[in-house]
Structures are given as C-alpha cells and as structure tokens.
C-alpha cells in the first residue's frame, strides 16, 4: 500500500527559517549594492508612523530603560541598533509564521498545486511589504517600479521555494520494507542539511558582504560633505578656534564632558532606522502656503542671499532620561528665520509656519516667535561643516528654549498657515510646547585629581547644567545629609547652552552620597520630583554615590 510522508507545520518552521534568512541577507546584499530598498526597515519605520502614540511612546521609554539599566554602550546609537534588530526579526518571525501556516495548508493541495500555492504565500507577504515600501522608503535610490519587482520578485521566489521544498520533502514510501523507509528518511534528512548547508552560505555571504560594503561607505554620523571643491578636507571650526569663554578661571573637574560636542558624537534621534541622505543637487526648499507667491531656493542661494549667524546651542531630546545622554552642544550656522520669512511676504492672516521633512516629520512655529527672538535659525552648518546626515543635511531649525522634538532635520517644505496644529511627536501624546526643564548633573568626582588649597586636600567635583534659554544662576551640591553648598560657575559659551559647574570639596573618606539642583535665570528651583521623560521631559534631582 502507498503510504505517504508529508511536511508537518514544525516542518514549515524549519524550512522558513532556512528560507527567510538568506531572503533577508540578499536584500542587504542588494541594497548596499544599487540602492534598492532594505524591505524590513521600511516596515518597521511605517509601524512607527502608524502605530497609537501611546504605543510608541511605551516601545521608546521600554527601549531607553532596558539600555540605560544594562548600560549597554552609548544611548542613541544602541537603541538605533535595537530598532534595527527588532526590524528584521519582525519580518523574520513573519515570513517563519506564513511559512508555517503554508505547511500546515499544503496536506490539502495535490502535488502540481504546491507552486502556485507558495507563490501565493509569497505574495500574500509581498504585496503589502511592497505598497508599504512605496509609501514610507526615503532612502532607495532606484526607482519605485525597480523596488516594486524587486520586492515581488523576492518573495515570489521565497514562496516557490516554500512549494519546491515541500513536494521534494513529500516521500510516498512504495513499499512497507523498513529498509527502504530508513533509506528514504536518510535521505529526507540529507537533504534537509543539505538544505540547510546551501542557505546558512547564502546568508553569511550576503550579510557579510553587505557589511564589507558598507563599511566602505561614509558613516552617517560624519558630514556628508568633507571636502570642499578643491578636493581639501574641510576641518571643523572648533579645530583652529578657541571658545568665547576661553580663559574663564573656572576650569572644569578631570572628567567633566566636553564643553563643546565632536560633531561625531552628538547625540542622534529620529523616526528612521537609516536616515535621510540628501543630494544638495537634488534638493531645494519650497516655500508655499499663505504667501503672494511660492517659490522655490536652493542650498546655494540661500547661504548666498542671508548673511550667516552663528550660535552655539545645547540641544535636547525630551526622551532624555534624568542625567542621560541625549544631550549635546555645537555651534549652529545659519539664517535667521526672521529675516527669511520677511521674504517670503505672508499673507495678513499667516500666523505659524510649518515645517515639513524629508521623512514626512512636521512641526508648526509661530511667526511671533520667529519674529521676537533672533536666534530662531535654519541652519545649515555645524561645527563649521555642512550638517552631517545623521544630523539634518542640508537644513534643520533651532527653536531656543524647545526640546529637539519642535526642531525639524532634512527639511524640505516651509508653508505659511494661519492656524495651530500638532506637529508629529504632539499628535503622538508628547508636550505640545515640549519647553525644556531645567537640569544639572554631576559628571564626576574626580578623586585621582585633588587639588590643594589653603594646605587643605580638595576632591574637584563637576557637570553641567542647562535650562534651555532661561540661564543658570545657580547651582549647589550637597554631600550627604550636609546644608547645600554653591558650586562655582564656569561662563557658558552661550545664552542657550549648558553651564559647567565646579565645587572643590574638603572631603572625609568613606561612601557618600552626592545630589546637586540648579536654579535658572529667572529664579526658578530645579523640580524635585522625579518624572520619567514622557510625556513633558524628565525631571528630578541627580544624586550618585561614590566611595572616597
Ligand atoms: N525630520 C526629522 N526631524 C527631527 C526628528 C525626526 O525624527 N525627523 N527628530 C527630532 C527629535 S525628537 C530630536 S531630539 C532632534 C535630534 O536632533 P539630532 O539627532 O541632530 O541630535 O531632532 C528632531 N528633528
Ligand atoms: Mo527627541
């Protein structure tokens, strides 16, 4: 009697897992070869966009507190790296899902039936992927239509492939002779390494490939352009100048952050798993709305038509855990917003501008603001260098005293409106005014450095402090249980970045408890209480213990 073996659903696992990786690796591959859309970051990046607010914001906080509690390297960039992983094992686990629910389907279908039905499978993955894609991709530098058969082309042989396996793993044993079962079940099993064997080598080869070639390609966190026509590297303004503070008597404790970020190490936010990176030949910023009339500027006449500002700003992101790392300061370079939109002749009723990115972020200001306070900018420099990819190339906003969630990067639209509306983080539950609190923090203490005043052996203690564009007029540590002492202040490089601050302690041995609270510019105590950074930014004191 014929008896037949078929595939079962923990079958189809298997065979979507040996399938699945190397679809995912050759993708990579493919991508950084030409330019065609990496499928799992488009999907996970439209999750984002179109998942509840409350949701995203619960992934974000989940995803800061797991890095800061296992202080897993830097913030920003492990949790650039978790989204990524969670990215492609979602497409993973999904294709593994439909290839299971194939194998459980395929009993049903006679033999000549399987191909079509893997086909089908693999559309039913593909199509969505695709229009997904289409709708969210910013990064591909083929065509939609190259994309789009792409993507089909590659689940479509995905899903052949789910067919082909199955009908080769579907033995009708002639005979009842445990012999020739044992025979075809060796060979069942061969070929299962076999298989196996052949796509564990498809994957670590396109993976690895991938890597190699992006290896080669300019890190994102770096300018986007680092030399200038003449083919001479451009070098950063802070490398042969000196800050407008230089020779302030307060010099910061051993240990203290710099007071002025590498560009290379500013802290990086946004919704994209691979950023934006704009061609300033392709690019230019329109300008609509309720004006007399739109028009159109390239990066070129706008650096051209407005004399340059500069200001250094310590930017941060309302994310920012208490004392966190999501929080930097460079020197901006730019126009003033004021100046530009005199330009853009608004109409009487235009009262907000907003402001629209590569990424389809958004974010409304008011033209009162813009008109009352002159630092306002677009600005297309930092550091002296054009703006790196990660970091907005060409052009971004600073909104002094504002988290980074009002403060667009790749901006690409600017219209004159003539009502208010939530900008992307705000419809997503954020602060509307996302007006940054006040924070101090304590960098080090640096016990290997003492200093000896008045034959007194002193422990430098030091940080920084901020609160937005309100100053700081005062900070004060306390050692334990002890009354508060002030800290001496360092002159900031500007009236919107952050304050060093330095206290040389007359410290006892032992373990101690140190907290420090600032107070800003218009007189306002730091909060106490302890706020996790949703939905208004965090709030706190920051205290540490250290053994002396
Ligand atoms: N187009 C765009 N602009 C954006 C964002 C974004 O996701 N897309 N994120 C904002 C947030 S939340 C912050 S904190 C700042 C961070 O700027 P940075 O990455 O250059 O430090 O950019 C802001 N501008
Ligand atoms: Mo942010």
Partial sequence: MDKIRKPTIWTGVLVGVCLTAPLIA?????????GTVFVPFDVFDWVGRVAPGGLVRFGIETIVQIITTLKIGNLDSAAKTAEQTMAISGMFVTCVVVSAVL?????????????????????????????????????????????????????????????????????????????????????????????????????LVGAGLGAALRRTTAPSNEVALNTDTSGAALQPWSATHKLPNDGDPVIPAAGTRPELTPVGQHYRIDINTIPPRIAESEWKLSVGGLVDEPFEMTLAELKSKYQPVDEFVTLACISNPLAGELTSTTRWTGVKLKDFVADMHLKSNATHLKITSADNFDEFVDIETINKDERVMLAYEWDGLPLAVDHGFPLRVYIPNHYGMKQPKWITTIEAVDSWHEGWWVRRGWDKDAIMEATSVIDTV???????????????????????????????????????????????ISDVTWVIWR????????????????????????????RTPGPGGATGWHHIGQTV
Avoid at 459 to 477: C, F, M, N, Q, T
Avoid at 509 to 515: C, L, R
Wanted: proline share 3%; net charge negative.
């Fill in 26 to 34: 050759v993708f990579y591959l493919v991508q950084q070869l030409v």
């Fill in 503 to 530: 206290y040389d302690w007359p410290f006892s041995e032992g373990s101690h408890t140190f907290t420090v609270r600032c107070t800003d510019g218009e007189g306002t105590l730091q909060k106490e209480a302890n």
């Fill in 446 to 492: 640096a016990v290997n450095d003492t200093v000896t005043k008045d034959d007194k052996k002193l422990i430098p203690i030091g940080g920084i402090a901020h609160a937005g564009s309100r100053g700081i007029s005062k900070v004060e540590l306390k050692v334990d249980d002890a009354d508060w002492v002030e800290a001496e202040l360092r002159k900031p």
């Fill in 103 to 203: 194998y459980g389907l395929l009993p049903r279908f006679k033999t000549s039936q399987v191909p079509l039905a893997g086909l089908v499978a693999g559309l039913i993955i593909g199509v969505p992927v695709m229009l997904i894609s289409a709708a969210v991709d910013i990064n591909s530098t083929q065509s939609e239509l190259v994309n789009a058969i792409w993507i089909l082309l590659g689940f479509m042989v995905w899903g052949l492939a789910l067919g082909w396996v199955y009908n080769r793993l579907t033995v009708s044993s002639v005979t009842t002779a445990s012999e020739s079962a044992m025979v075809e079940s060796i060979d069942r099993r061969n070929f299962l390494i076999r298989l196996g064997g052949a796509t564990a080598a498809i994957t």
